[in-house]
């Protein structure tokens, strides 16, 4: 996937203005980490986050950075490097962040193949998703099984399996704008119902390049369990670009409910509101 230029800007390096980061980020963390400007190529954000970012965790605590090359270099300027607990790798903590880098993943990974293999959302790199679920299954620690499990109903439905409608009132249009406007939208006599089969055939057409349409796939396809979301306007105009351009590979009837979604995204966007997934 490529980044979208009008959501990240990376490059002002450590004294410049901080960078706009379009990321869901309440702690600042993706907004920290691209201050450092790190080239691209040369790290990829690990763990948990890569979940996220994905719209299958509603909370972040912090991030996992693996460096290598000039990006290490970098990160060699905010302190010096430990050895890791596990006697595998380096670390360095960021001084003022709750980022911590490392010049090696956990063993049995190829720094390379991590990096080199990253999807980018946002403009920033991730751990691909395939590579989280196997990680995760090998430490299979308490906190992982969640994770295991919300990753397996997400690829069930992006390999098309059956999945359950996720049905949402109708909202009417005088109220709070909230995402169960994108499910249950009252038209006159019709309402819509979104399912996880819809959330799947967006995802294989290439939807899920953006935060925001990554929290309201996840929502669609029922992976974000009973945790709320908020998508900001910036999020609610990036899931309508996804939505739209993903809706153009699709069948006519398919194409007019994800179209609708993108028009209601937008709507979201143009009245400068937060709203809510749950």
């Known amino acids: 996937m490529s980044p979208d230029p009008t959501t990240t800007t990376v490059g002002t390096g450590p004294s410049g203005p901080a960078p706009r980061v379009l990321l869901s980020d309440p ?76 010049d090696r993943w956990t063993p049995g990974w190829d720094t390379h193949h991590l990096i080199a293999s990253a999807d980018l959302i946002d403009g920033l790199p991730f751990m691909r998703l395939g590579d989280v679920l196997a990680w995760k299954q090998t430490a299979r620690r308490p906190k992982d099984l969640p994770d295991i499990a919300a990753i397996h109903r997400l690829r069930q439905v992006w390999s098309g399996r059956p999945a359950a409608a996720r049905t949402v009132p109708t909202v009417s249009s005088d109220k709070e ?58 999020e609610a105009e990036q899931a309508a670009r996804s939505i739209e351009q993903a809706a153009k590979k699709l069948s006519r009837g398919d194409r007019r409910i994800a179209e609708q979604i993108a028009a209601d995204a937008r709507a979201a966007a143009d009245a400068r509101r937060p709203w809510t997934i749950g």
């Not at 691209?34 to 509603?58: E, K, M, Q, T």
């Not at 460096?67 to 670390?91: E, F, M, N, Q, Y």
């Not at 996840?218 to 910036?234: F, K, Q």
């Open 27 to 102: 702690a600042g963390l993706f907004t920290t980490l691209a201050r450092l400007a790190l080239p691209p190529g040369s790290y990829v954000i690990c763990g948990s986050a890569a979940l996220y970012v994905r719209g299958l965790r509603a909370h972040l605590g912090d991030l996992d950075v693996l460096a290598t090359g000039r990006a290490w270099d970098i990160v060699t300027r905010l302190g010096a490097p430990r050895p890791a607990p596990s006697g595998h790798g380096r670390l360095i903590d960021h001084p003022a962040a709750a980022i911590e880098f490392t």
């Open 177 to 234: 704008p909230t995402m169960g406007m994108f499910f249950g939208r009252n038209t006159g006599s019709r309402s819509y119902t979104y399912t996880a089969e819809l959330a799947g055939k967006l995802t294989r057409k290439g939807a899920n390049t953006s935060t925001g349409a990554g929290h309201l796939l996840a929502y669609m396809s029922g992976t974000l369990g009973g945790d709320e979301r908020t998508l900001c306007p910036e």
